[in-house]
């Protein structure tokens, strides 16, 4: 399996962005993963920049503060499901200060919720990849926090 996250917003000088590509690397020691960053623009050139680069294989799931929300060990379970049900691909797209356009969160097989929160896009891959790496580590047997 292989994660994508598709994520509006420019590459810039940002701890939080510093932050997201430490725990990219610590997921990729578990699965292949890559950060898409796409400039930001009109909610409709959004949805065109992420329709471009969204795969057909790819199993999407949109971040969204209305989504499902999971705990680590849900989360695990989840991905665990996806993995045994055979997705190889999984694109987790990230929308901008406006959020995911409609029509992206229509393609999206699932909606995924890290906080009822509205969060900065660029802490929400932080989130995002930090609880990647943690379900990771339950699916591997691994502690996922320290008492």
Known sequence: MRYRLLCIGRAAADP???????YRTRLSRF??????RLREGTPTTERDALCKRLAPDDFIVALCERGTELDTLGLAAYLGDLATRGVRSV?????????????????AKKTLALSRLTLPHRLAQVVLLEQLYRAHSVLRGQPYHRA
């Open 16 to 22: 939080l962005l510093d932050a997201a590509e430490d």
């Open 31 to 36: 699965v292949a993963t890559e950060i898409v």
């Open 91 to 107: 694109a987790f797209v990230v929308g901008g200060a406006d959020g995911l356009h409609a029509d992206i969160k229509k393609k």
